[in-house]
């Protein structure tokens, strides 16, 4: 529909490229900070950035401490042991450093240090009462969009769920993404981290909700990351293409927020929930499949997708140039090594009636969808997926 309202919500201040976490130092300064608590993981530790971001802020004055156990896939008890150390200080800035869960970690913290009641109080949406403490989100990987997005999410490992807390004030202070905190990322992640970053861009463009300002977003996202995603996986010390895919995903992460997702998430979620299976992986999985079953709901939309992505579209109508688009995600997953079908990685086929039902159940994300999915649909497409 044209003529949408266009609203953006998005970090306070977005420091992105080269130089941006020294910057990161500046705004520190600029903002008073005296003492920050730094939130991040055993693996940003080992890597050497977590020492590098400490010294920029310590560089600029401000006295840093740790919280260094963050899980991957973080449950409420590893989150709550880190609001406890945030508790037990007097800090004026959290810095959540690494890919979505360090970050996520450290804006729950930040929220719960102002906020009364426990974490299980605030999942749902818009239910936190007053900003945190300011914070600022630095990406190590290119993929999440932790750092823009207004959501955080833990696992409550008793209902086995993944819960989530929205809220405007889950958005930070400032977001780092410096490509160059990227160049030791292994390429596996990188391989999934930046399928996941497709598929926000892909789907956000061709969301219910997309406007023209997240369009301009989603655009430059599906361009960045599909002329660079496969060189930063061949070759992860290529600085250009670490650039496009720290800004790529940026982008993505800011049309996410702001147009959502839709099937390709919704389908994802419970086989995580229930196989353990990487987001990204499950992303690059369904994405060209839910991509195929969506075109007749956005034929422009989809056609635009595959010139975007540098295939040649020249002579095509508009159909062919959508079904090229699905061809050329599938090449992309292709060529970046990763797991193609749900057989590769196990999921048994008795499994795919129970992940479909309880994909048509995540209906916020399904809301979003160019196409209305059913049951049936979403039990196909796990069936396409499914190879033999
Ligand atoms: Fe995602």
């Given at each position: 529909m044209n003529g949408k309202l266009l609203t953006l919500k998005s970090a306070n201040l977005l420091l992105a490229g080269y130089g941006a976490l020294d910057q990161m130092g500046v705004e520190a300064k600029t903002l008073d900070i005296k003492k920050a608590l730094m939130v991040t993981d055993q693996g940003i530790l080992q890597s050497g950035i977590g020492e590098k971001v400490k010294a920029v802020l310590e560089a600029n004055d401000v006295q840093v401490d740790l919280f260094d156990s963050v899980q991957s896939d973080p449950d409420i008890a590893c989150c709550q042991a880190c609001i406890d150390k945030a508790k037990s200080g007097v800090y004026d800035l959290i810095v959540g450093v690494g890919g979505g869960s360090p970050m996520d970690i450290a804006a729950i913290t930040s929220v719960m240090c102002t906020?009364?009641?426990?974490?299980?109080?605030?999942?749902?949406?818009?239910?936190?009462k007053k900003p945190g403490i300011p914070t600022f989100l630095v990406a190590t990987?290119?993929?999440?969009g932790a750092e823009v997005t207004p959501n955080a999410i833990l696992t409550d490992t008793e209902a086995k769920l993944k819960k989530g807390i929205v809220s405007?004030?889950?958005?930070?202070r400032a977001a780092v993404v410096d490509p160059m905190l990227t160049l030791s990322m292994p390429s596996r992640v990188t391989s999934f981290t930046g399928m996941d970053a497709l598929t926000h861009a892909i789907e956000s463009f061709t969301s219910?909700?997309?406007?023209p300002l997240t369009d301009m977003y989603a655009r430059e996202a599906i361009r960045l990351i599909g002329r660079s995603l496969r060189t930063a996986v061949a070759r992860g010390d290529k600085l250009d293409a670490r650039y496009d895919m720290s800004i790529g995903s940026l982008y993505a992460g800011i049309s996410l927020a702001n147009a959502g997702v839709g099937a390709v998430h919704a389908l994802a979620y419970p086989l995580g929930g229930e196989f353990n299976v990487p987001h990204g992986i499950a992303n690059g999985m369904l994405l060209p499949y839910v991509m195929e079953f969506n075109i007749l709901g956005d034929i422009p939309k989809f056609a635009e997708v595959a010139a975007l992505m540098g295939?040649?579209?020249?002579?095509?109508?508009q159909v062919e140039q959508a079904l090229c688009a699905v061809e050329a995600v599938k090449d992309l997953v292709d060529d970046i090594d990763m797991?193609?079908?749900l057989a590769d990685i196990d999921i048994?086929?008795?499994?795919l009636p129970r992940l479909a039902e309880a994909s048509i159940d995540v209906t916020r994300l399904m809301n979003n969808n160019p196409r209305t999915v059913k049951t049936e649909d979403a039990l196909q497409i796990f069936e396409n997926a499914y190879g033999d």
């Open positions: 906020n009364e009641g426990t974490i299980q109080d605030y999942f749902g949406v818009n239910l936190l990987t290119s993929g999440t405007p004030f889950i958005l930070p219910m909700n997309a406007t295939e040649n579209v020249e002579g095509l109508s797991p193609k079908t048994p086929k008795e499994a």
